[in-house]
Each structure stands twice: as structure tokens, then as C-alpha cells.
T-cell receptor, first 111, second 114 residues
């Protein structure tokens, strides 16, 4: 069975304190890996898609990387407005295009 | 451009009652998805429409759940009769092209069954 595990479950950072969130996956074959951001009371908002090991994507203070077993979301010098839950999801090759989600990492950045 | 909208934002009902959730996708998006997140767990897929047709309903938990998409526009998800374990947040998402994996989510409907 396809599995997506995110760690840590929760992370508290001081403003400017860089860190990384992890998404490890066990799938028969990876078609794509997605990162979403979810604010309280809202739906997930798409951030990145990664397709192959070694690929990197960047947006402002966020950088997503991908290996054959996991993905990292690096947050550089975070600000309080980066506080949110970050979700990882995978799309399996050879099957439907329906993503399998992890439980997310809740990030709080203190000023 | 308007995003995905869902109605109602919250619903509190008693066990055995019926609830209907509505989703209006982004205009022009043929693909519409329903998901559910139960507290403490991950977002789980329920079903996928392409226009008015059900492409994949493998995630529907049981026959108390009925989804429709009239004329390929908005969609409804009816739960009848509701049970306690149906509580959770129901998300709708839409997309133009499933292969890219980029889906646009609505804000969700928070359903509480008492």
C-alpha cells in the first residue's frame, strides 16, 4: 500500500531560524510529489510539483527537493506569515492520478 | 477568477439526519474531486468527476454517500443517514488536467454529526 509519512508533526521556529520538513514515501512508482500549504479554516493551496530525484523548486523562502525516497521542504529565514500546515502528497505511476496525502506538518513561526 | 467555493462552511446535524454539501468548481475545470479529512488523519480521496461522469468513486465509504454533478458544473455530496463517524472536513477540488496533479481546493465544509 502506498504510504506518505511527514515529520515532524509540529514544528515551532523563531523568526529567521531556518529548518526543513520531511516527507518520506513508499510507493510502487512515483509519478509526482506535491507540496501544499494549508492555513487554518482554508483548503490546501498548491506550492510545488516535483517529478524526479534531484529536482528542486523554489518559491520565496521555500525550497523543495526530491530524492528517491523522500522530499524536503526547506524554509529559509522564516517569517510569522509562513505559519501554516504543510502537506505532502504523491501521485503513483501506472495508476489513477489521485494523490495520496500525508498528515502534514504544522509550522508555527514566532516573531 | 473565482476559486472553488463550497457551501455550507459548517454544518451540525444529528445522527440519522441528511446533509447535502455543495461545491462550485473553477469555471472551465472539467475535473472535480471530493476529499474528506477526519480529525488527526490525512486527507482521503472520495471520488472524481470528469464533467458529469463519475471517473473514480473508489474512495466512497459506503452507500450512505451519494455524489452528483449536474450538467458538469457544480457538484453535491449527500450523506443520508449521517453517522457519527462521518464527522470531518469535506474538501472539494477542481483541475484542468489531472496529469499535472495541480488541484485547486475549496475552503471545505466542516461537518459535525452529534
Amino acid at each position: 500500500e502506498d504510504q506518505v509519512t511527514q515529520s515532524p508533526e509540529a514544528l515551532r521556529l523563531q523568526e529567521g531560524e531556518s529548518s526543513s520538513l520531511n516527507c518520506s514515501y513508499t510507493v510502487s512508482g512515483l509519478r509526482g510529489l506535491f507540496w501544499y500549504r494549508q492555513d487554518p479554516g482554508k483548503g490546501p493551496e498548491f506550492l510545488f510539483t516535483l517529478y524526479s530525484a534531484g529536482e528542486e523548486k523554489e518559491k520565496e523562502r521555500l525550497k523543495a527537493t526530491l530524492t528517491k525516497k523522500e522530499s524536503f521542504l526547506h524554509i529559509t529565514a522564516p517569517k510569522p506569515e509562513d505559519s501554516a500546515t504543510y502537506l505532502c502528497a504523491v501521485q503513483v505511476s501506472g495508476g489513477s492520478y489521485i494523490p495520496t496525502f500525508g498528515r502534514g506538518t504544522s509550522l508555527i513561526v514566532h516573531p | 477568477e473565482a476559486g472553488v467555493t463550497q457551501f455550507p462552511s459548517h454544518s451540525v446535524i444529528e445522527k440519522g439526519q441528511t446533509v447535502t454539501l455543495r461545491c462550485d468548481p473553477i469555471s472551465g475545470h472539467d475535473n472535480l474531486y471530493w476529499y474528506r479529512r477526519v480529525m488527526g488523519k490525512e486527507i482521503k480521496f472520495l471520488l472524481h468527476f470528469v464533467k458529469e461522469s463519475k471517473q473514480d468513486e473508489s474512495g466512497m465509504p459506503n452507500n450512505r454517500f451519494l455524489a452528483e454533478r449536474t450538467g458538469g458544473t457544480y457538484s453535491t455530496l449527500k450523506v443520508q443517514p449521517a453517522e457519527l463517524e462521518d464527522s470531518g472536513v469535506y474538501f472539494c477540488a477542481s483541475s484542468q488536467e489531472p496529469r499535472t496533479g495541480t488541484q485547486y481546493f475549496g475552503p471545505g465544509t466542516r461537518l459535525l454529526v452529534l
